[in-house]
C-alpha cells in the first residue's frame, strides 16, 4: 500500500455535499412557481412538464436562451444579488415573449469555481422570483463547480425558457403596415445590455457605485433588475390585437425594431417623445459617449416596443397603463422608400 493521502473530489476544489445543500435550501422558492402542468419535483434528470395542447388547436413551442453579461460583474462587486436572477429570467422570457408566446417552464445554469451556498441561493431565488412575475415554472437547472476555470468568487449564470403560441396568433409582424403606430413601454434602466462599456465608463470616470444618483445611488440604477412585460402584454393582447412586438436589447431601438418589420415598411421614431432616464444622461455625460453609439448600446428608456393600428393605439396605450406600464407613442410605421433606414430615430 502506498502512503500517499487518498485524494477526494472536495480535494480538488468540488463539494457535493454542498451542492446537496443548496438544491435543499432552494426548494421552497423553486417549489412557488410550479404549474399544475409540472411533473415531479426538483433532483431528477430531467424536467418534466406537460404541454397545455388542450388549450390550443395547434400549439408551436417558442424556446429562448440568454444571460446576464457583465452586469453580473457589477453584482459581484457591489455585493448584491436580489435581482440578477430576474434578470436572467427577464433576458430569455422578454424574448419568448415578443412571438405572444405564453411562457411554460425555465432551466437555469450557474457555474463557478468553488460553491458559495448562500451566494447561490439568493441568486436562484431571484431566479425563481422573476419565473413567478413571468407565470412560468422553474423545472430544473444545473449548478457546476469548475475549479481552474473561474477566479475565487466568480460565477456565471445562462437560462434558457420555453413558451407556447397558437400558431395562428403569432405575432411576427407580418401584418405591419404603413400608417400604424409604435408605442414605447418604459424599461428599468440599462436592463442587462451595454455593460462592458458602462463598466468602461466606471473605469475611466473613477465614479463609485456609491455615489448619488437622484434619489437613489448609481448601483441602485445600474442594478435595477429587467423589467419583465409578460403579464401586461399577455393581458392586452387578449383584448386587442398587437401587430408586432420588439425586446430592445444590444443594438437598441433601431436595430431591434428593425427585426420585426416586414421588407416594405420603416420606421421614423421621435427621440423626444419619451423622457430620457437620468442613468443614460449620467452614461453620456460621464463617459463622453455619442447620441450615435447611445442609441445603439442601450435601450434609452424604452424596453419593449409594441406596432399598433393607428386606430387601436389609443385604447392599447390605456390598457397597457392599466395593466401598470408607462407608455409612450413614440413614431409611426412608413412605407420603406420614405427614408433610407429600415428605422430613423430622429
Given at each position: 500500500?502506498?502512503?500517499?493521502?487518498?485524494?477526494?473530489?472536495r480535494?480538488a476544489?468540488?463539494?457535493i455535499?454542498a451542492g446537496?445543500?443548496?438544491?435543499?435550501a432552494?426548494?421552497p422558492?423553486?417549489?412557488?412557481t410550479?404549474?399544475?402542468?409540472?411533473?415531479?419535483?426538483?433532483?431528477g434528470f430531467g424536467?418534466?412538464?406537460?404541454?397545455p395542447?388542450?388549450r390550443?388547436r395547434?400549439?408551436v413551442?417558442?424556446?429562448g436562451t440568454?444571460g446576464?453579461g457583465?452586469?453580473?460583474?457589477?453584482?459581484?462587486e457591489a455585493g448584491r444579488?436580489d435581482?440578477i436572477?430576474?434578470?436572467?429570467v427577464?433576458?430569455?422570457?422578454n424574448?419568448v415573449?415578443?412571438?405572444g408566446?405564453?411562457?411554460?417552464?425555465?432551466?437555469d445554469?450557474y457555474a463557478?469555481?468553488?460553491?458559495?451556498?448562500?451566494?447561490?441561493?439568493?441568486?436562484?431565488?431571484s431566479?425563481?422570483?422573476?419565473c413567478?412575475?413571468?407565470?412560468?415554472?422553474?423545472?430544473?437547472?444545473e449548478?457546476?463547480?469548475?475549479p481552474?476555470m473561474y477566479a475565487?468568487?466568480d460565477?456565471?449564470?445562462?437560462?434558457?425558457c420555453v413558451?407556447?403560441?397558437?400558431r395562428?396568433?403569432?405575432i411576427d409582424?407580418?401584418?405591419i403596415?404603413p400608417g400604424?403606430?409604435?408605442?414605447g413601454?418604459?424599461?428599468s434602466?440599462a436592463?442587462?445590455?451595454?455593460y462592458?462599456?458602462?463598466r468602461?465608463v466606471l473605469?475611466?470616470s473613477?465614479q463609485?457605485?456609491?455615489?448619488?444618483l437622484?434619489?437613489?445611488?448609481?448601483?441602485?440604477?445600474?442594478?435595477?433588475?429587467?423589467?419583465?412585460?409578460?403579464?401586461?402584454?399577455?393581458?392586452?393582447?387578449?383584448r386587442?390585437?398587437?401587430k408586432?412586438?420588439?425586446?430592445?436589447?444590444?443594438g437598441?431601438l433601431?436595430?431591434?425594431?428593425?427585426?420585426?418589420?416586414p421588407?416594405h415598411c420603416?420606421a421614423?421614431l421621435?427621440a423626444?417623445?419619451?423622457?430620457?432616464p437620468?442613468?443614460?444622461?449620467?452614461?453620456?455625460d460621464?463617459?463622453g459617449?455619442s447620441?450615435?453609439?447611445?442609441?445603439?448600446?442601450f435601450?434609452g428608456?424604452?424596453?419593449?416596443?409594441?406596432?399598433?393600428?393607428a386606430?387601436?393605439?389609443?385604447?392599447?396605450?390605456?390598457?397597457?397603463e392599466?395593466a401598470g406600464e408607462?407608455v409612450?407613442?413614440?413614431g409611426?410605421?412608413?412605407a420603406?422608400?420614405?427614408?433610407?433606414d429600415?428605422?430613423r430615430?430622429?
Amino acid at each position: 500500500m502506498s502512503d500517499r493521502p487518498s485524494l477526494s473530489y472536495r480535494d480538488a476544489g468540488v463539494d457535493i455535499d454542498a451542492g446537496n445543500a443548496l438544491v435543499d435550501a432552494i426548494k421552497p422558492a423553486v417549489a412557488a412557481t410550479q404549474r399544475p402542468e409540472v411533473i415531479g419535483g426538483l433532483g431528477g434528470f430531467g424536467g418534466l412538464f406537460r404541454v397545455p395542447i388542450e388549450r390550443y388547436r395547434e400549439p408551436v413551442l417558442v424556446s429562448g436562451t440568454d444571460g446576464v453579461g457583465t452586469k453580473l460583474r457589477l453584482a459581484i462587486e457591489a455585493g448584491r444579488f436580489d435581482g440578477i436572477g430576474i434578470d436572467l429570467v427577464a433576458m430569455c422570457v422578454n424574448d419568448v415573449l415578443v412571438a405572444g408566446a405564453e411562457p411554460l417552464f425555465f432551466l437555469d445554469y450557474y457555474a463557478t469555481a468553488r460553491l458559495d451556498a448562500e451566494i447561490a441561493a439568493e441568486v436562484i431565488r431571484s431566479i425563481a422570483r422573476g419565473c413567478e412575475m413571468s407565470g412560468m415554472a422553474l423545472i430544473g437547472g444545473e449548478t457546476a463547480e469548475m475549479p481552474g476555470m473561474y477566479a475565487p468568487g466568480d460565477f456565471d449564470l445562462a437560462g434558457f425558457c420555453v413558451g407556447v403560441a397558437e400558431r395562428e396568433a403569432i405575432i411576427d409582424g407580418s401584418g405591419i403596415a404603413p400608417g400604424d403606430v409604435v408605442l414605447g413601454l418604459a424599461s428599468s434602466g440599462a436592463h442587462s445590455n451595454g455593460y462592458s462599456l458602462i463598466r468602461k465608463v466606471l473605469e475611466v470616470s473613477g465614479q463609485r457605485l456609491d455615489q448619488p444618483l437622484g434619489d437613489a445611488t448609481l448601483a441602485d440604477a445600474l442594478l435595477a433588475p429587467t423589467r419583465i412585460y409578460v403579464a401586461a402584454v399577455r393581458e392586452v393582447m387578449t383584448r386587442h390585437p398587437l401587430k408586432g412586438l420588439a425586446h430592445i436589447t444590444g443594438g437598441g431601438l433601431a436595430e431591434n425594431l428593425a427585426r420585426v418589420l416586414p421588407a416594405h415598411c420603416g420606421a421614423r421614431l421621435r427621440a423626444d417623445s419619451w423622457p430620457r432616464p437620468a442613468l443614460f444622461g449620467w452614461l453620456q455625460d460621464a463617459g463622453g459617449i455619442s447620441d450615435a453609439e447611445m442609441q445603439r448600446t442601450f435601450n434609452g428608456g424604452i424596453g419593449m416596443a409594441v406596432v399598433v393600428d393607428a386606430g387601436q393605439a389609443a385604447a392599447v396605450r390605456a390598457a397597457f397603463e392599466a395593466a401598470g406600464e408607462t407608455v409612450f407613442e413614440i413614431g409611426e410605421i412608413l412605407a420603406r422608400d420614405q427614408q433610407d433606414d429600415a428605422v430613423r430615430l430622429t
